[in-house]
């Protein structure tokens, strides 16, 4: 059963930080990939940053490199995304999935806004 619960968003003024956390199911983390996803209002939903399982690349959309930080601890299968000097384009729903996604089997997300 592929399901995530997603958490730690919040209001930020620019230049703070956050840091998202992703309750994964089952075995998910030892088998999948994992992703953050954002999507923006008015948008569609976008790759932020994502984790290959094993090694633990990792990858990100260019607008949020040097910014941005995901990990994963496959022991507590869960997902971070630590989030630091944050801009107001940075708002938006994020989401957790596995990456490519699971289409169907998205989470409720967790709002992040980014306003003075």
């Known amino acids: 059963q592929v399901q995530v619960v997603e958490s730690g968003g919040g209001l930020v003024q620019p230049g703070g930080s956050l840091r998202l956390s992703c309750a994964a199911s089952g075995s998910m983390l030892s088998v999948f990939g994992m992703g953050w996803y954002r999507q923006a209002p008015g948008r569609r939903r976008e790759l932020v940053a994502a984790i290959t399982v094993g090694e633990g690349l990792t990858k990100y959309i260019d607008s949020v490199k040097g910014r941005f930080t995901i990990s994963r601890d496959n022991a507590k299968t869960m997902v971070y995304l630590q989030m630091n000097n944050l801009k107001p384009d940075d708002t938006g729903v994020y989401y957790c999935?596995?990456?490519?996604?699971?289409?169907?089997?998205w989470g409720q997300g967790t709002q992040v806004t980014v306003s003075s």
């Open positions: 999935n596995a990456d490519p996604p699971f289409e169907g089997h």
